[in-house]
């Protein structure tokens, strides 16, 4: 047997039997069994095939206080459902009667075990199980379940990641019920377990969680907005709260491909792959009719949200393709908090039924678009007057008055997003959305607000000056007295903006589709409380000089116009142009992730966040530190793997792919054939595993040197975001080129085009 001798290789080629491809690989044999996967029917939502009244089910595996009220005494379901209702503390001297009800309703379905529900700095749920199971005093078995244990618990959970804020041997962390939110069924398996949503925190107070800070940023935005309402005249507002509607995209692909992808199931997105001939060109996956085994999927998704009360109202086909959206009505911004991480929770589990992967990465598959989660934000009052309970801040109304007050919250959201875009652009900073922000398929990393023709000539008319005379003159001048109610379709919809009005809200566009929106979210009522803080400070100093407060209330308003300009852009915000617009307008543009975070701990956002008690420095601190890690550890598995798949997977499909084609070579050349094509090819394979080759030396340098810095991580971050981005790209690079020529049967990664295009 003869050894043949491959010049970009730096081993010997075996002979013929040994380097030929198998006749089949993992690969194809998956694909072949892909052909004839059946779909799975959703079961336990209709009827003789007939499915049952959305209304029928919603909510049975919850108890909020509507579902409360009939089976509390009065005293104690009013003390209950004020507490909600003005945001404050519970009376703890009713927690046991309410834990007596709570205890009853879940044995009765069945639940064994409870636990507090809550969320750490990982972007993830937590949950501790305890039973109900517990001892009388005459050690016969009883189910337990006591207001202490239902208002508080000690998990410890010291290794969630805390930023310094307390070492790994100062367990204490406690878990407190946040009633506001209602307690619900997880069912999983056959098992019930009892969730109550909490917020965690240290032995001290310390906020070691996402949801303290939100809570506390939704405390002073209602602080600070009722102080406004009540110089504006509106008294006998009890809160303000924010509402919000998360809409979530996501990707849905076989689970059996998602399994051959190490990159895939190790960091949620590929770290290779050669773009199909067809991607999302041809606009026909968009809107389209969602395919059979993909709706089985989505309906049973819907069914068990439903169950927990979590109000899905739309599903739909995203432009990419094999990506979807779903979306919610809008609830308080706690709520809708808790429903988000329900949502990716039961969607990754209930995909696995039907066989496929929910990915929510927010840029899985280069050469399409990504996956963010649009947040319609906006304001609500709870009061006693039947003309102010349920108002929505942001909706002009029908009389002078109430479209001064749409004006002066108006210009506060301006004003806090021109203010604090540095901080409201670190807010939206982790791994995955580095690759989508301004990828031409989603908001740029400037941050800009839209909105729409017609208000942004009311605005600038009011920022110029145009009209004269008091408030009244000017507002019929303008066209402000009779302002008609802003629909979508008066607003438009700029797809391009990260921050857009859209008609009573702003659609807060450029959240990443894998985060948890509470810490976005806590950023921007911090920013907005602030802006209203200063608005409201200003009418003050102005009412000192004129006694009309509508008057007081358009000079504040036009100062705030004036100021808050550069950040209103009706544009198109993919364009080059803007960039460069933008710059002349002072507006920040950060594109990586490290260098936005570094926005939370600057001055400016030291000094608002510790002034209004939504962070301490230390909590502050422990966040940037909390995400800088997380971002190190993303870019250092990204690497890992990459290196890893190179070694194992592409590299040796690219030797093997090469003794073949050498081999051919060498038996035309015996058989004295004159065109020998395969030297040319194997030329060209052989190059660029050369080229491969030296990148992934690069790579390991890359690796080396960030790991030696672990003891300084902002130093690691900003290696990561440089060198190891730019020498993974190149790594890529040579794959992808590689992916298109060597031999398909060769290739063990499941490509684009079978992934994105099931068949």
Not at 56 to 66: K, P
């Amino acid at each position: 047997m003869t050894n043949h001798f491959c010049k970009f290789c730096t081993f010997y080629l075996l002979p013929q039997e040994s380097m030929t491809a198998p006749a089949t690989t993992s690969r194809r044999i998956l694909l072949n069994e892909l052909t004839n996967r059946s779909v799975r029917v959703p079961t336990g939502f209709s009827e003789d095939g007939i499915p049952r009244p959305t209304s029928e089910y919603f909510g049975i595996n919850t108890l909020g206080v509507r579902q409360l009220r009939d089976k509390l005494p009065k005293d104690v379901y009013a003390s209950l459902a004020a507490s909600i209702r003005h945001g404050k503390k519970l009376d703890l001297a009713i927690a046991p009667v309410v834990a007596q009800v709570i205890k009853e309703w879940a044995i009765s379905r069945g639940v064994t075990h409870f636990t507090h529900w809550f969320q750490p700095q990982t972007g993830l749920t937590a949950e501790k199980h305890d039973a109900f199971f517990a001892f009388d005093d005459d050690r016969q078995p009883m189910e337990s379940f006591t207001g202490s244990q239902l208002i508080q618990s000690e998990p410890d959970a010291s290794s969630f990641p805390s930023g310094g804020l307390r070492a790994t041997w100062e367990a204490r962390g406690y878990t407190a019920w946040n009633p506001a939110s209602p307690v619900f069924i997880a069912e999983s398996t056959g098992a019930r377990t009892l969730c109550i949503p909490s917020v965690f925190i240290g032995y001290n107070g310390e906020a070691l969680d996402e949801m303290t800070p939100l809570l506390r940023s939704s405390d002073i935005l209602s602080e600070k907005s009722i102080e406004l309402l009540e110089l504006l005249g509106d008294r006998g507002v009890q809160r303000v709260h924010t509402t919000l509607g998360p809409e979530q995209e996501y990707f849905l692909i076989d689970r059996g491909l998602f399994g051959m992808r190490p990159d895939l199931v190790m960091g949620g997105r590929t770290l290779v792959g050669a773009p199909p001939p067809r991607g999302q060109q041809l606009e026909d996956h968009y809107f389209g009719g969602i395919p059979e085994r993909v709706q089985g999927c989505i309906s049973e998704v819907e069914f068990e949200l439903y169950k927990l009360g979590v109000p899905i109202t739309t599903r739909h086909n995203e432009v990419a393709p094999s990506q979807f959206e779903m979306a919610p009505y809008f609830e308080e911004t706690d709520l809708a908090v808790d429903h988000n991480q329900l949502v990716m929770a039961t969607m990754r589990r209930v995909a696995l039924r039907h066989g496929l992967q929910a990915v929510l990465h927010e840029k899985p598959f280069a050469g399409i678009n990504g996956s963010g989660k649009h947040c319609n934000w906006s304001m609500s009052v709870t009061a006693d007057s039947a003309d102010l309970d349920g108002l929505n801040l942001l909706k002009p109304g029908k009389t002078p008055h109430q479209n001064v007050r749409f004006l002066v919250f108006l210009a506060a959201v301006l004003k806090a997003v021109h203010k604090h875009a540095g901080l409201l652009r670190a807010g939206i900073a982790t791994t995955g959305n580095e690759h989508r922000l301004g990828a031409n398929e989603a908001p740029p990393a400037i941050i800009s607000v839209f909105m729409g023709d017609m208000l942004t000539r009311m605005i600038e008319e009011i920022a110029d000056g145009k009209a004269s005379g008091n408030a009244e003159q000017q507002m019929i001048k303008l066209g402000v007295s009779k302002l008609p109610e802003i629909q979508r379709d008066n607003t438009d919809r700029n797809r391009t903006s990260p921050f857009a009005f859209t008609g009573q809200k702003f659609e807060y566009r450029a959240v990443g589709s894998s985060q948890s929106i509470a810490f976005p979210i806590t950023l921007l009522n911090a920013a907005v409380a602030d802006a209203i803080g200063e608005i409201t400070h200003a009418l003050r100093e102005t009412l000192k000089k004129t006694k009309s407060v509508d008057d007081a209330v358009l000079k504040v308003v036009s100062e705030a116009f004036k100021e808050s300009a550069p950040v209103r852009f009706e544009g198109n915000n993919y364009a080059e142009e803007w960039i460069k617009e933008a710059k002349k307008r002072g507006l920040p543009n950060i594109r990586s992730t490290p260098d936005a975070l570094k926005e939370l701990i600057s001055k400016q956002s030291r000094t608002l966040l510790t002034k209004l008690g939504v962070l301490t420095t230390e909590e502050l601190d422990s966040r940037y530190q909390v995400r800088v890690e997380r971002y190190v550890k993303d870019m250092l598995i990204e690497l890992h793997t990459m290196r890893e798949m190179v070694d194992t997977m592409i590299m040796p499909a690219a030797y093997a792919y090469l003794g073949e084609l050498s081999h051919a070579a060498s038996q035309s050349k015996s058989a004295g054939i004159a065109v020998i094509p395969q030297i040319t090819t194997a030329n060209q394979v052989g190059e660029l595993v050369q080229e491969l080759q030296e990148h992934r030396e690069d790579l390991s340098d890359v690796i080396a040197r960030a790991e030696a810095m672990h003891d300084d991580p902002a130093k690691q971050a900003d290696l990561l975001t440089s060198e190891g981005a730019d020498t993974m790209a190149e790594v890529r690079k040579a794959c992808d080129a590689l992916e298109l020529l060597v031999g398909d049967s060769y290739w063990p990664l499941p490509k684009y085009r079978e992934m994105l295009f099931p068949v």
